[in-house]
Nanobody, 123 residues
Framework: QVQLVESGGGLVQAGGSLRLSCAAS????????MGWFRRAPGKERDLVAA????????YYADSVKGRFTISRDNAAKKVFLQMNSLTPEDTAVYYC????????????????WGQGTQVTVSS
């Protein structure tokens, strides 16, 4: 069992940056691939970025490549999402999720979810 708690969301102007954090509790954090998803108003929940158990490989959605960076600290049981050059299109609720084993991009493969943190980018 893994519990996830996101933090770091807020209101930022276009072009600004935010750093989201996700703190995990429970055992064997390093055995879980981690993902950040987001749900924009009126849209489905989509994968933004994901990272393998060791942190050595990552995945990014095309819409955030070059602007967002996912990282993790297994000793601290945390995963991060550094978001730069934010645009109003990045406005969404951002969710941290965990999936035991290897990295996958299918939302249905993720077993544990946080409650989400709101990110609002003003123009």
């Amino acid at each position: 069992q893994v519990q996830l708690v996101e933090s770091g969301g807020g209101l930022v102007q276009a072009g600004g940056s935010l750093r989201l954090s996700c703190a995990a509790s429970g055992r064997f954090f390093s055995t879980y691939a981690m993902g950040w998803f987001r749900r924009a108003p009126g849209k489905e929940r989509d994968l933004v970025a994901a990272i393998i158990r060791s942190g050595g490989d990552t995945y990014y959605a095309d819409s955030v490549k070059g602007r967002f960076t996912i990282s993790r600290d297994n000793a601290a049981k945390k995963v991060f999402l550094q978001m730069n050059s934010l645009t109003p299109e990045d406005t969404a609720v951002y969710y941290c999720a965990a999936k035991w084993g290897t990295l996958r991009t299918d939302i249905n493969e993720y077993d544990y979810w946080g409650q989400g943190t709101q990110v609002t980018v003003s123009s």
